[in-house]
């Protein structure tokens, strides 16, 4: 079974911290995802890669950035998180275009 | 307006009822998906589909690509069935591999 896992389940920081999430894949997917989810709004695409050292920006990329140096990791970065922050954040990977997405178990943010 | 339009937003049912999520999209799609996110869990993938229908035990998704327009059916449900359910789309073309994704439908399913 294909497995991803995420580095943590719930995260409390303070404003202005820096944050990693890291999302690690176990299935040699090339496409790695990152997503946010709020209530009434959906999951929402923070950014992708679809190869290491490549990213492309999502839907809402403002605030946050993104390190793929192996294929099997995606790690998500907040500069300086801010309250606007908090959210559940999704890592997701995939073998091609159109294929199903698998996945992690999200990280609860929390920012105060 | 949303990309991808689910209804109902908030569904309850009795155990053992029939159950019928709908999912509606105005864009041209090259796949479409349903998820599964139980409560504090992660997403499943239960379907992905281009047309006709799949089925998966109690689980049944259509499509109809030409009125743009997906179900997803629960026969004999159950508690454990309670969930959100997602739907989303894969853009025409596919190239991104980007999923535009409906707002979800909470279904409680009581004893």
């Known amino acids: 079974d294909v497995k991803v896992t995420q580095s943590s389940r719930y995260l409390v920081k303070r404003t202005g911290e820096k944050v990693f999430l890291e999302c690690v894949q176990d299935m040699d997917h090339e496409n790695m995802f990152w997503y946010r989810q709020d209530p009434g709004l959906g999951l929402r695409l923070i950014y992708f890669s679809y190869d290491v050292k490549m990213k492309e920006k999502g839907d809402i990329p403002e605030g946050y950035s993104v390190s793929r140096e192996k294929k099997e990791r995606f790690s998500l970065i907040l500069e300086s998180a801010s309250t606007n922050q908090t959210s559940m954040y999704l890592c997701?990977?995939?073998?091609?275009?159109?294929?199903?997405?698998?996945f992690g178990p999200g990280t609860r943010l929390t920012v105060l | 307006k949303n990309e991808v339009e689910q209804s109902p937003q908030n569904l309850t049912a009795q155990e053992g009822e029939f159950i019928t999520i709908n999912c509606s999209y105005s864009v041209g799609i090259s796949a479409l998906h349903w998820l599964q996110q139980h409560p504090g869990g992660g997403i499943v993938s239960l379907f992905m589909l281009s047309s006709g229908k799949k089925k998966h035990g109690r689980l049944i998704a259509t499509i109809n690509i030409q009125e743009k327009h997906s179900s997803l059916h629960i026969t004999a449900s159950h508690p454990r069935d309670s969930a959100v359910y997602i739907c989303a789309v894969t853009d025409y073309g596919g190239a991104t591999n980007k999923l535009i994704f409906g707002t979800g439908t909470l279904l409680a399913v009581q004893p």
């Open positions: 997701a990977s995939s073998t091609g275009p159109g294929d199903t997405q698998y």
